[in-house]
């Protein structure tokens, strides 16, 4: 029996988290950096921040039971409200994503104190995944946790780009920037940490800021990012404004660098990504008779414009392409969503760039589409994302419901659950990034 449209969009974005899911691949990952014999030996501290990291570090728990028995471990984790994971030896807190809360930064103090205490021939195993840049969240001396999060907030609203956030978050961290890996091999200690990647390109350094990744950003970087999105005094506190001129000014310590690390154990071990998760996507649809094409992980900017930019991709194929088999546009990457002074907004990026695809291709009653992020949470309300087929278009109309005064009031989510078609999966415990499929039935 055919699957319906329906069921295809939601399996294909199922293949792409399952792909990433920590409980298969950190047992792969931590065989090959530790082969039988090879075993951690001395103290082995386990620390961790992001959405999948409770994930990862229940993972890990079950492999060291049946693969290191004489191996101690202890460490800190910390995730986001609602994404813990079961462990014995590893504790985890929850604490707040995306604006830091005192639960997180009581948790990123717990685990520089940990690493402080390691000795030579330690091992810090680190598990790394996106919303750590959030949950590790220690300011530097001089600033406080509400100082963070009103510059958070702050930039949240501009519609900076996450990885301009991040280089902003860096230089305000006692623990992002390659600052953590700083503090543990200065304790002589070895560091092997695994990451799973939901930012563009995969670069250790871009994920969740870093902690154990030579940074290649400054603080004028830094401090430029502020004053282009207009990011003074008014909305800047004080503290963080000081701090960051300090920095230029070259009286503050810069983040670790590629010349830190030399004769330093420290390997960062990128164990999913985005593409991976595209290219799963792709192997499921073709098993449903559509040919894929992935347009990339790395497609960014303001969620409404991918939107429209999609679906004239979506027009362009449906015109000059003379393959007989329907298709599948596959893409990832992490769009904004910019929110005017005095809206507020229900739904995130994926349901936004959704509704705009969804208001841009009216006059193809035939295709389908799919949004979500892979952590299972989108923006400000409690699902993945959203989906719509032919049908949904159908019920649209017969409701009187049109897509542009949604849009206008960046309220997606309110458009979506009028016709039942929100993606709800909870938490996941991974995180690669957004999830993007419009399949083109012709």
């Not at 030896?89 to 830091?100: F, K, L, T, W």
């Not at 990026?349 to 295709?367: H, V």
């Amino acid at each position: 029996m055919s699957l319906s449209t329906e069921d295809i969009l939601k399996n294909a974005f199922a293949a792409a988290v399952a792909v990433a899911d920590p409980q298969v691949i950190v047992p792969q990952y931590l065989a090959k950096i530790f082969p039988a014999g090879q075993e951690p030996k001395g103290k082995c501290l386990v620390v961790g921040a992001g959405k999948a990291s409770a994930s990862m570090a229940s993972a890990l728990e079950a492999y060291a039971k049946t693969h290191w028995p004489t191996v101690e471990l202890e460490g800190v984790v910390l995730t986001r409200y609602g994404h813990g994971s079961p462990t014995t030896s590893i504790r985890i807190v929850e604490a707040g994503h995306p604006v830091p809360d005192q639960a997180g930064m009581d948790g990123a103090k717990a685990i520089l104190a940990l690493t402080k205490a390691l000795n030579v021939g330690d091992v810090l195993i680190a598990l790394v995944s996106g919303g750590g840049s959030s949950l590790l969240t220690l300011p530097q001396e001089g600033i406080s946790i509400d100082d963070m999060r009103m510059t958070t907030e702050a930039l949240l609203r501009s519609g900076a780009p996450i990885e301009e956030m991040n280089v902003v978050r860096k230089h305000l961290s006692a623990i992002l920037g390659g600052n953590l890996a700083r503090v543990a091999t200065a304790q002589g200690a070895r560091v092997e940490a695994l990451l799973i990647s939901d930012v563009t390109g995969d670069q250790p350094a871009d994920i969740a800021s870093g902690p154990f990744a030579a940074d290649y950003s400054t603080y004028q970087d830094a401090f430029d990012i502020l004053q282009k999105y207009g990011l003074g005094k008014d909305l800047i506190p004080a503290s963080v404004l000081n701090h960051l001129q300090q920095g230029v000014a070259g009286e503050k310590p810069e983040t670790l660098k590629d010349a830190d690390l030399l004769n330093a154990q420290v390997t960062n071990h990128v164990i999913a990504t985005s593409y991976k998760s595209l290219e799963a996507a792709a192997d499921y649809v073709r098993t449903q008779g559509y040919e894929p094409i992935i347009l990339g992980d790395t497609i960014t900017g303001e969620a409404q414009e991918v939107g429209i930019s999609q679906a004239k991709l979506v027009h362009e194929h449906l015109t000059k392409d003379k393959t007989e088999k329907p298709l599948a546009l596959i893409s990832g990457g992490e769009c904004t969503v910019t929110i005017p002074v005095g809206f507020k907004g229900r739904g995130g990026r994926c349901s936004e760039y959704l509704l705009s695809l969804f208001a841009a291709t009216q006059d193809l009653p035939t295709i389908a589409g799919l949004a979500a992020d892979t952590d299972g949470i989108d923006g400000s309300q409690k699902n993945a994302g959203a989906w719509f087929t032919g049908d949904t278009r159908k019920a649209s109309q017969a409701k009187g419901i049109s897509p542009e005064p949604f849009l206008k009031a960046h309220d997606c989510f309110g458009f979506f659950a009028e016709l039942g078609a929100l993606v709800e999966t909870g938490p996941t415990l991974t995180n690669v990034n957004d999830f993007r499929i419009i399949l083109l039935n012709k």
